[in-house]
């Protein structure tokens, strides 16, 4: 018998010692997200690997599962209690060490293995901790799956069995990067910003693009798991800003940063203007739409409205599906439709047969915006951006709101707007409704606003663009807020227009 996991237990006590704590709300719609040592421990942590073993058994699938762990102080022993307990519910384990969550995934493939467990919090600050898990490879858990492992797991509803095993694959990291670089070196001579934030990224990212033929300008590389510049999270402003200002200074063509776990890329162009990603979807869209007609392409709700409304993009045949925000849902989405790729704002890309895999790599990101240059030799990365119809978009803006009441909240905004339809927002009147995830809000100009639940953190997100101007931007964004603040639950945006 295991215990029964705690939602709540007093650090530096005998009961924290003796029993799991898992605090429930980490169970979140895609992956699983904890402050450590606060809403979960390790004993919590291998109950959570009991729970991953029992589900996949359960699913039917394989019981061969490959492993890493981020660049933070204590992700290599969260990871090592992760494995105890997934090994004592019969999972062979295959450990690939310090990885970018791509490369684990690149591991199901490369080591055949059907699921995966890759311990990391992605970008969120120091202090958290998360696992991204899958049985299907390339896909990652969904609503589905992490509603199943939470009622295992908080039941202590665990299958143990024999059969668990543990292998350490060395040097795996040089098989994930001969398999980035087995392609044509660039042509062109490309001076390129890799920007770490200090994170995993740093230990792999430079080297693939000094191995495609860029010359390299290292920006915050070596790995330190206190971040002490900034968050290696490529949607943050001050991350964004450091690139564009080592990109003024050295004269690079394009600057990339990298996020903490090296599924995301984030993009500044020669002129040391930062693009946000939606927009970078649409370049690289524009640009495989020509080398495949009549693509297909899957962006998220936050995304630009641009992907439905180019003409380039509608010349070539591309078609575009709007979907729910979140790697695992687009993801899944790409997968069903057979697109060519996904784009989510906030930098997950996922790039289908025959440019990638179908998950999200932020390595591979960088390499397609390198070939993307490489195609077009007479035009820089800003000639290629101004080429992109303009709008104003605002970055993705968090505010505050505890994950217990979070979906509520928004489910009052949805209804909210839902009861203005036909009215006028922000001086226009609301032409459409988006519900697919929280609800975009569509006027008659183009001009929309978001309000959805993050999916990983305590937070309501809210994106705001205008093809007309930035003023309407601004007066949706007022809007937007107006309505969403009428709720007391709701704090500080993390950043603002």
């Not at 467990?117 to 858990?141: C, E, Q, Y």
């Given at each position: 018998?295991?215990?029964?996991?705690?939602?709540?237990?007093?650090?530096?006590?005998?009961?924290?010692?003796?029993?799991?704590?898992?605090?429930?709300?980490?169970?979140?719609?895609?992956?699983?997200?904890?402050?450590?040592?606060?809403?979960?421990?390790?004993?919590?942590?291998?109950?959570?690997?009991?729970?991953?073993?029992?589900?996949?058994?359960?699913?039917?699938?394989?019981?061969?599962?490959?492993?890493?762990?981020?660049?933070?102080?204590?992700?290599?022993?969260?990871?090592?209690?992760?494995?105890?307990?997934?090994?004592?519910?019969?999972?062979?384990?295959?450990?690939?060490?310090?990885?970018?969550?791509?490369?684990?995934?690149?591991?199901?493939?490369?080591?055949?293995?059907?699921?995966?467990?890759?311990?990391?919090?992605?970008?969120?600050?120091?202090?958290?901790?998360?696992?991204?898990?899958?049985?299907?490879?390339?896909?990652?858990?969904?609503?589905?799956?992490?509603?199943?492992?939470?009622?295992?797991?908080?039941?202590?509803?665990?299958?143990?069995?024999?059969?668990?095993?543990?292998?350490?694959?060395?040097?795996?990291?040089?098989?994930?990067?001969?398999?980035?670089?087995?392609?044509?070196?660039?042509?062109?001579?490309?001076?390129?910003?890799?920007?770490?934030?200090?994170?995993?990224?740093?230990?792999?990212?430079?080297?693939?693009?000094?191995?495609?033929?860029?010359?390299?300008?290292?920006?915050?590389?070596?790995?330190?798991?206190?971040?002490?510049?900034?968050?290696?999270?490529?949607?943050?402003?001050?991350?964004?800003?450091?690139?564009?200002?080592?990109?003024?200074?050295?004269?690079?063509?394009?600057?990339?940063?990298?996020?903490?776990d090296g599924d995301r890329c984030g993009v500044v162009d020669n002129n040391g203007d930062e693009i946000f990603a939606d927009k970078i979807g649409v370049m690289l869209a524009r640009d495989l739409s020509k080398l495949h007609p009549n693509a297909t392409f899957v962006v998220d709700v936050k995304s630009t409205g641009v992907f439905a409304t180019d003409p380039e993009l509608r010349a070539q045949g591309a078609k575009t599906d709007y979907w729910k925000t979140g790697h695992s849902y687009i993801k899944r989405r790409v997968n069903e439709l057979s697109a060519l790729a996904g784009f989510e704002k906030s930098g997950h890309f996922f790039f289908n047969k025959p440019v990638g895999r179908g998950y999200d790599d932020g390595v591979l990101t960088a390499i397609a915006v390198c070939e993307m240059l490489d195609r077009n030799p007479g035009k820089s990365m800003a000639d290629l951006y101004s080429a992109v119809p303009k709008t104003w978009g605002s970055p993705t803006m968090a505010a505050k709101c505890a994950d217990e009441v979070k979906y509520e909240v928004v489910d009052r905004v949805v209804k909210r707007f839902t009861g203005l339809k036909g009215e006028k927002v922000g001086g226009h009147a609301i032409t459409d409704l988006i519900t697919v995830n929280g609800v975009r809000v569509v006027t008659d100009d183009g001009t929309w606003g978001l309000v959805r639940a993050s999916s990983n953190k305590p937070e309501i997100v809210v994106v705001v663009e205008s093809p007309v101007s930035e003023a309407r931007m601004r007066e949706m964004f007022k809007a937007v807020d107006a309505v969403l603040h009428e709720n007391p639950e709701v704090g500080a945006y993390n950043q603002t227009i």
């Open positions: 018998m295991f215990p029964k996991p705690q939602v709540a237990l007093v650090p530096n006590t005998y009961e924290y010692e003796s029993f799991p704590l898992v605090k429930p709300t980490g169970f979140r719609e895609y992956d699983a997200r904890w402050l450590f040592e606060k809403e979960i421990n390790l004993m919590g942590v291998q109950a959570l690997g009991m729970g991953i073993g029992t589900l996949i058994h359960e699913m039917g699938v394989r019981p061969d599962l490959v492993t890493g762990h981020d660049f933070r102080g204590y992700s290599s022993s969260i990871k090592y209690a992760l494995i105890s307990g997934m090994m004592a519910a019969g999972l062979r384990v295959k450990d690939i060490g310090l990885a970018l969550s791509p490369m684990a995934y690149f591991g199901q493939f490369e080591l055949d293995c059907p699921a995966v467990a890759m311990v990391t919090a992605s970008h969120n600050d120091n202090g958290w901790t998360g696992v991204k898990m899958g049985a299907n490879r390339p896909l990652t858990f969904g609503p589905e799956e992490m509603g199943r492992l939470k009622d295992i797991v908080m039941n202590a509803a665990f299958t143990l069995r024999e059969g668990g095993s543990y292998q350490f694959v060395e040097d795996f990291r040089d098989r994930y990067i001969t398999d980035l670089t087995n392609r044509p070196k660039l042509k062109r001579k490309l001076k390129v910003v890799a920007a770490c934030g200090n994170g995993t990224a740093g230990a792999f990212a430079p080297q693939v693009l000094e191995m495609i033929g860029c010359e390299v300008i290292p920006l915050d590389t070596n790995l330190d798991h206190t971040f002490p510049r900034y968050n290696p999270n490529p949607e943050d402003m001050k991350m964004l800003h450091a690139i564009a200002d080592k990109v003024r200074e050295t004269g690079a063509d394009v600057g990339l940063g990298f996020d903490g």
